[in-house]
Each structure stands twice: as structure tokens, then as C-alpha cells.
């Protein structure tokens, strides 16, 4: 377990919060079965028990920005409490990984530009236009950090191709939806 994963399981004992709440909410105006069902692809995907992801759900953040908080957390050794704190403060996903060294390199997922559909076209043809070692001295705005995350966890998660991942995401309003779309259960 990363040390970015153990600081997790301290911030679930100090929230130690019902883990139906962001699902009897619907969260965001999702559909509480779909949130349900993403969170736990999520919760597969990055190893924990549902119900630590479910709680972390609660903390007043979209479901889409629950997976992004996990990869943040896992890969730069903040916490999530930080992580959430930060983006409550008027942080973007942009600026908190240009802060701890995440750069575009981390987060690219191979992928065509042709498959990077409207929300990735722009960044993926910047990185066809850039020598690969200087991948991590693109920017990216807080849309891109949220969709390469997601992209990832998904494309993972449920054992799909990038480009299918960003297809169904072009035909829905939030990764959640494109994961329902998907079959929404984790292979």
C-alpha cells in the first residue's frame, strides 16, 4: 500500500461518515444507483474497500472528482483531506498537479487523437506536438486532469479501450454516466 493510500485510511477514521448520504442525495444529479456503481468500479480499480470510497464520496465533492482525489493521493503522497481542502480553497486539478510535480507525462493514457473525442482533442494533439520528453511541461486545464483520470480508472477498471471509454463520455454529461453506458461493473 502507498503512502499516499495509508494517509487515506486516517482520514476515513476522522470522517467516519455514513456511507449512504452522497447516495440518498443523488450527488451532483446523478442517479444514486449509478453513483453506486461507479464508485464501486472506482473502489476496484484502486484496490480499497467500497465503503472507504463511499465515504470519501461524502466529502462534499462530485462523484467524477472522487477517482482524481485517489490517483492525486496515491501517486504524490497527499492526503486526500489535503487534496479536497485544496480544491475547496479555489485550487483547480491543474494548478494542485502543476504544484506536486504531476505533470501531462503521468497522466497521458495512450490513446489516437481521432479516439480523445472533443473533451481530450485539444491536449492530445498538443501532445502529438510535443517531443515526448517534455510531456510533463504541458499544462492542463482542470477538464483535462479530470477526464485523463477517469479515462485511466475506467478504461482499467472495466477493461476497455481508451477510445470507448471517451465515446461513451462524448454521449453523457459526466464520467458516471459514461461508465453506466458501459455496463457500469467493473471486469
Request: no cysteine; charged share 15%; glycine share 12%.
Amino acid at each position: 500500500m502507498t503512502r499516499g493510500l495509508r494517509t487515506l485510511w486516517g482520514a476515513f477514521f476522522v470522517l467516519a461518515l455514513s456511507a449512504q448520504g452522497v447516495l440518498a442525495q443523488g450527488g451532483r444529479g446523478e442517479d444514486p444507483a449509478r453513483i453506486a456503481s461507479f464508485l464501486r468500479t472506482v473502489a476496484t480499480h484502486f484496490q480499497l474497500p467500497v465503503d472507504e470510497v463511499f465515504i470519501l464520496s461524502e466529502w462534499n465533492v462530485a462523484p467524477d472528482d472522487v477517482p482524481v482525489i485517489l490517483f492525486l493521493a496515491d501517486r504524490s503522497g497527499i492526503s486526500p483531506d489535503v487534496l479536497v481542502a485544496l480544491r475547496r480553497a479555489g485550487n483547480g486539478w491543474g494548478s494542485i498537479t502543476s504544484r506536486y510535480g504531476l505533470g501531462a507525462d503521468l497522466l497521458h493514457v495512450p490513446m489516437t487523437v481521432a479516439e480523445a473525442g472533443p473533451l481530450l482533442q485539444g491536449l492530445y494533439e498538443r501532445y502529438e506536438a510535443t517531443p515526448r520528453n517534455r510531456w510533463g511541461t504541458l499544462s492542463l486545464s482542470d477538464d483535462e486532469v479530470l477526464a485523463l483520470v477517469n479515462l485511466r480508472v475506467l478504461s482499467q477498471g472495466l477493461s476497455l479501450a481508451p477510445g470507448a471509454v471517451m465515446t461513451a463520455r462524448a454521449n453523457s454529461t459526466s464520467f458516471v454516466g459514461a461508465h453506466a453506458g458501459l455496463g457500469g461493473s467493473p471486469r
